[in-house]
Nanobody, 124 residues
């Protein structure tokens, strides 16, 4: 049974920063691609960022490119999402996801395991 536990969400003013963490348990982490997605009220869950098993390749949604950075530490079994220059439109529940493959996808249906989500609220 795989569990993904996110942490680091909260309330921040526009222009501020937050760092989300996700620590999977119950399955080998180092050979799995990881992704971050978000869902705002009344909207579909959307892709934010993803990273391959090695950490050498990443992908970002256009809306966060240049502001967010995804990274991983395989020795700590943790993936991170550093969010800078936050905007009110970044407000959403952020979900960590694990894919049963080495390489990432921006398609949420390609991910096998999901965390419970962490709320990020950016005030204007």
């Amino acid at each position: 049974q795989v569990q993904l536990v996110e942490s680091g969400g909260g309330l921040v003013q526009a222009g501020g920063s937050l760092r989300l963490s996700c620590a999977p348990s119950g399955r080998t982490f180092s050979n799995r691609a990881m992704g971050w997605f978000r869902q705002a009220p009344g909207k579909e869950r959307e892709f934010v960022a993803a990273i391959d098993w090695s950490g050498r390749s990443t992908q970002y949604a256009d809306s966060v490119k240049g502001r967010f950075t995804i990274s991983r530490d395989n020795t700590k079994n943790t993936v991170y999402l550093q969010m800078n220059s936050l905007k009110p439109e970044d407000t959403a529940v952020y979900y960590c996801a694990m894919r049963g493959a080495l390489y990432y996808s921006s398609d949420k249906d390609m991910y096998d395991y999901w965390g419970q989500g962490t709320q990020v609220t950016v005030s204007s």
